[in-house]
């Protein structure tokens, strides 16, 4: 019989795990201190590889990262890029929105002319017909007064030179009508030009901007003129 002597529950249990520990391994042919030597030794190997595996992916984290981080840069730089072509663009759509509207001016500016011109015609074909009005009264008053035949010569002679002044100064606002014709219709088509090139350039715009390209080929259609609408804005610039 072995009787245990401790001076407390807690020493008890220990000499008792002790003496169940030295029982186990008695029969064994590891001892017991050789097992915890194998422990510490897999231990030791384990917080080894555990070392190495977490260099590795800390290694590999790091080369992620750097990856990373250069593709952000350029990511960025290419972003810079395509602001820079949107910023063109814009400036370019903006240019040509003001030059389109300088055109149009000219255009109004054009009829402007040549409305003035053709109130100008009229009133030289109303002062023709009032001259050969005024004429064909003297010659009715040289039929009824031959007394006064002298003095009517003298008018009718007048009134000739009026009308050749007349008819050459409507032959020059004819010529003038038919030159401002011609300019109208290069300014018309000078206006539907910068019209489809400002179309044009909506589109490129309109597909520089981020969006599924889907949508943004949809997007780029509805700028561009169809050959129905073509006709359309020709005849409006005419009106």
Avoid at 54 to 66: G, H, S
Avoid at 212 to 232: A, D, I, K, Y
């Amino acid at each position: 019989c072995i009787e245990l002597v401790a001076e407390d529950n807690k020493g008890r249990l220990q000499w008792l795990n002790a003496f169940q520990i030295a029982i186990r391994y008695s029969g064994e042919k590891i001892s017991y201190q050789r097992h915890l030597a194998n422990q510490r030794r897999s231990l030791r190997l384990a917080t080894k590889q555990f070392t190495e595996e977490t260099r590795q992916e800390l290694n590999y984290e790091r080369q992620a990262r750097m990856a990373a981080e250069i593709q952000a840069r350029k990511l960025e730089a290419i972003t810079r890029e395509e602001i820079a072509k949107v910023h063109e663009l814009e400036d370019a759509k903006r240019r040509l929105e003001i030059l389109l509207e300088e055109e149009k001016q000219a255009l109004r500016d054009e009829e402007i002319v040549r409305g003035l011109q053709a109130r100008v015609l009229r009133e030289e074909w109303e002062r023709r017909e009032q001259l050969e009005k005024l004429q064909q009264e003297q010659l009715e008053l040289l039929e009824s007064e031959k007394m006064k035949r002298m003095e009517f010569e003298e008018r009718q002679a007048e009134n000739e030179r009026q009308l050749k002044n007349a008819e050459q100064r409507l032959r020059q606002l004819e010529m003038e009508r038919q030159n401002l014709d011609r300019e109208l219709s290069l300014a018309r088509d000078k206006v539907e030009k910068s019209e489809e090139a400002q179309l044009l350039l909506e589109a490129k715009f309109v597909m520089m901007r981020p969006g599924r390209g889907g949508e943004r080929v949809r997007r780029t259609q509805s700028f561009v003129p169809t050959t129905r609408e073509r006709p359309v804005i020709a005849e409006r610039s005419r009106k």
